[in-house]
């Protein structure tokens, strides 16, 4: 039986998204079922580069969409330039995972829908045993004269998962302060010394080595799963600097009501049927892990993986925070680590350049 929604407002919706092929399958067949059961709806479905969903919504020069996907970090700055509706929370069919859920609130309200989430995590070759501390790698390499780790060194998204081990809150821009920034940042130096950690790594180096056999370990995310899985690589959390868990950062792709819906009752109720345990499953069974917490994770190591240790990350923080993450923050990891620049000095001059871009 189709849904009945009240008054005169319009039956469309156009929804902004990028999307693999896969997942846009997905979505094409959750629209196919909901307008069996509301034929008089029209919901069209437009692929928009991720880089410029935002800026576009922020700064409309045509018709903005009546839904779209973005992330989590987004959320402040849509809040307070007043381009998103809130959503109450009783309206919502589904139930998700609370650390998809939490993020996406602000003042007491609900301002987006989880749709699906990732971390980091420690690929590894099999025949070797994961690590639970960064100095277990120690051990591991003493009759190895080749590296053992790669990642994206100086992105201090992938630093901060080690970082993580070591902080009791959340992370703040006040963090470069720290002894346990500080401590972090000798041990990465250390390891690097040691050549536990290939040098001047990035996220495509470190995939090519993993993939051709010359490293044991890799971090990446879920998004890498598909580039990777052929050599059936086992997973595991995050080495810790100590004793705590690693806690790497929690990001959440979600889907974000417009301030120029004209229909809020037709989206929500679209936006129940797509991220309904149904579809949710099919993205888990594509290694995308979704957000509902009652979708099936099969027989995927990764997925459960995934879910399992959801419970020890740190969601990703928004607004202001962010630019200090992706450009002063990899700068301070560059000078400290590949340059070696006394620690107090790139301190300083982090300090100068937040003040320049009014962090």
């Given at each position: 039986?189709?849904?009945?929604?009240?008054?005169?407002?319009?039956?469309?919706?156009?929804?902004w998204?990028?999307?693999?092929?896969?997942?846009?399958?997905?979505?094409?067949?959750?629209?196919?079922?909901?307008?069996?059961?509301?034929?008089?709806?029209?919901?069209?479905?437009?692929?928009?580069?991720?880089?410029?969903?935002?800026?576009?919504?922020?700064?409309?020069?045509?018709?903005?969409p009546?839904?779209?996907?973005?992330?989590?970090?987004?959320?402040s700055?849509?809040?307070?330039?007043?381009?998103?509706?809130?959503?109450?929370?009783?309206?919502?069919?589904?139930?998700?995972?609370?650390?998809?859920?939490?993020?996406?609130?602000?003042?007491?309200?609900?301002w987006?829908?989880?749709?699906?989430?990732?971390?980091?995590?420690?690929?590894?070759?099999?025949?070797?045993?994961p690590?639970?501390?960064?100095?277990?790698?120690?051990?591991?390499?003493?009759d190895?004269?080749?590296?053992?780790?790669?990642?994206?060194?100086?992105?201090?998204?992938?630093?901060?998962?080690?970082?993580?081990?070591?902080?009791?809150?959340?992370?703040?821009?006040?963090?470069?302060?720290?002894?346990e920034?500080?401590?972090s940042i000798?041990?990465?130096?250390?390891?690097l010394?040691?050549?536990?950690?290939v040098?001047?790594?990035?996220?495509?180096?470190?995939?090519n080595?993993?993939?051709?056999?010359?490293?044991?370990?890799?971090?990446?995310?879920?998004?890498?799963?598909?580039?990777?899985?052929?050599?059936?690589?086992?997973?595991?959390?995050?080495?810790?600097?100590?004793?705590?868990?690693?806690?790497?950062?929690?990001?959440?792709?979600?889907?974000?009501?417009?301030?120029?819906?004209?229909?809020?009752?037709?989206?929500?109720?679209?936006?129940?049927?797509?991220?309904d345990?149904?579809?949710?499953?099919?993205?888990?069974?594509?290694?995308?892990?979704?957000?509902?917490?009652?979708?099936e994770?099969?027989?995927?190591?990764?997925?459960?993986?995934?879910?399992?240790?959801?419970?020890?990350?740190?969601?990703?923080?928004?607004?202001?925070?962010?630019?200090?993450?992706?450009?002063?923050?990899?700068?301070?990891?560059?000078?400290?680590?590949?340059d070696?620049?006394?620690?107090k000095?790139?301190?300083?001059?982090?300090?100068?350049?937040?003040?320049?871009?009014?962090?």
């Open positions: 039986m189709g849904c009945s929604f009240s008054g005169d407002k319009p039956k469309n919706l156009t929804i998204l990028e999307a693999s092929s896969k997942q846009f399958e997905i979505i094409k067949q959750a629209r196919s079922v909901f307008l069996k059961d509301n034929p008089d709806a029209i919901i069209v479905l437009k692929q928009v580069p991720f880089n410029t969903v935002k800026p576009l919504v922020l700064n409309p020069r045509e018709q903005a009546d839904i779209f996907l973005g992330v989590n970090d987004w959320l700055e849509l809040v307070k330039e007043k381009r998103i509706l809130p959503i109450n929370k009783s309206s919502l069919k589904n139930e998700f995972y609370p650390q998809t859920i939490s993020p996406l609130i602000d003042n007491g309200e609900l987006a829908i989880p749709y699906s989430f990732e971390y980091l995590a420690l690929f590894y070759n099999k025949k070797y045993i690590p639970k501390k960064i100095i277990d790698f120690l051990s591991k390499n003493k190895i004269n080749s590296p053992l780790l790669g990642y994206d060194v100086y992105n201090l998204y992938y630093h901060f998962a080690f970082l993580s081990s070591l902080l009791d809150g959340a992370f703040s821009k006040k963090v470069f302060e720290t002894s920034m500080h401590e000798n041990s990465i130096k250390m390891l010394d040691k050549k536990i950690i040098k001047d790594c990035n996220s495509d180096i470190a995939r080595l993993f993939l051709s056999g010359k490293i044991p370990y890799y971090i990446s995310g879920p998004w890498d799963i598909e580039n990777i899985i052929d050599i059936s690589p086992g997973i595991a959390p995050i080495p810790s600097l100590r004793n705590k868990p690693s806690k790497p950062f929690l990001g959440i792709k979600c889907f974000y009501i417009s301030k120029d819906c004209k229909n809020k009752e037709l989206a929500i109720s679209f936006l129940n049927t797509l991220l345990e149904r579809f949710q499953s099919e993205l888990s069974e594509i290694n995308v892990p979704p957000a509902n917490i009652k979708a994770t099969g027989k995927s190591i990764y997925m459960n993986f995934f879910f399992k240790n959801i419970k020890n990350t740190t969601a990703l923080p928004g607004g202001p925070i962010m630019k200090s993450i992706w450009s002063i923050g990899n700068a301070f990891l560059y000078r400290t680590i590949h070696n620049m006394n620690y000095k790139a301190l300083n001059l982090l300090k100068y350049e937040e003040k320049e871009n009014s962090i």
